[in-house]
């Protein structure tokens, strides 16, 4: 998406979500050599027993909701194990 990031992962015992944001906000602004992202996130976890493929389909589709490929799989950065 250009304006927002959709992003479903597994946290393990190593790090925690803000640790795991602010690493990847911070690798990828200085890899890019400007400032990126506002400040914060929002996050909606997924817990025990809850369809994580109903959720990755949710982040797949969201270029075409929003109207920027006529297809799923015309999204070049797309991308879900899950699905």
């Known amino acids: ?4 990031l959709h992003w479903l992962f597994r946290l393990d015992a190593a790090a ?3 640790q ?3 690493r990847v906000k ?3 602004a ?3 050599r400007r400032a990126l992202w506002q ?8 817990r025990e027993g809850e369809d994580v493929r109903n959720q990755a389909r949710y982040i797949v589709a969201n270029p075409l909701r929003a109207g920027l490929v006529e297809t799923v799989g015309d999204y ?6 899950w699905i």
Do not use: C, E, N
């Open 20 to 22: 795991v944001v602010q």
């Open 16 to 18: 925690t979500l803000s």
């Open 39 to 46: 400040a914060g996130f929002h996050d909606r976890g997924a």
């Open 76 to 81: 070049p950065h797309s991308d879900a194990i």
């Open 26 to 28: 911070s690798v990828s």
């Open 1 to 4: 998406m250009p304006d927002h």
């Open 30 to 32: 200085h890899r890019i």
